[in-house]
Nanobody, 121 residues
Framework: QVQVVESGGGLVQPGDSLTLSCAAS????????MGWYRQYPGKQRELVAV???????NYADSVKGRFTISRDYAKNEVTLQMNSLKPEDTAIYYC???????????????WGQGTQVTVSS
């Protein structure tokens, strides 16, 4: 089994910063991409930022210059540093890990349980 666990959500004011953390653990060969997604009420989950196994990073246009994703490859952890937060960043944030297993070799997506981020004055 694979577990993906997020932490770090909360209530902050506009302009504040917040850091989300996520760790993948369990039985697998390696973690490929890890990323953050968010979901607004009644909307589909959308990409916020993703970090590939090769170190490439991609961000949603709405967070470029404000959010930074970083990986600890040895610990299978990913962090999302969120600066200059806006009310429109309010959402549930989910971590996703693309996990590679062997026998047979396959790639699976595992999601965390989600963490609420609320930006309000």
């Amino acid at each position: 089994q694979v577990q993906v666990v997020e932490s770090g959500g909360g209530l902050v004011q506009p302009g504040d910063s917040l850091t989300l953390s996520c760790a993948a653990s369990g039985r697998f060969y390696r973690v490929r991409a890890m990323g953050w997604y968010r979901q607004y009420p009644g909307k589909q989950r959308e990409l916020v930022a993703v970090s590939s196994s090769s170190g490439n990073k991609n961000y949603a246009d709405s967070v470029k210059g404000r959010f930074t994703i970083s990986r600890d490859y040895a610990k299978n952890e990913v962090t999302l540093q969120m600066n200059s937060l806006k009310p429109e960043d309010t959402a549930i944030y989910y971590c996703k890990a693309d996990v590679e297993v062997t026998n047979p070799p396959r790639l699976y997506d595992y999601w965390g349980q989600g963490t609420q981020v609320t930006v309000s004055s």
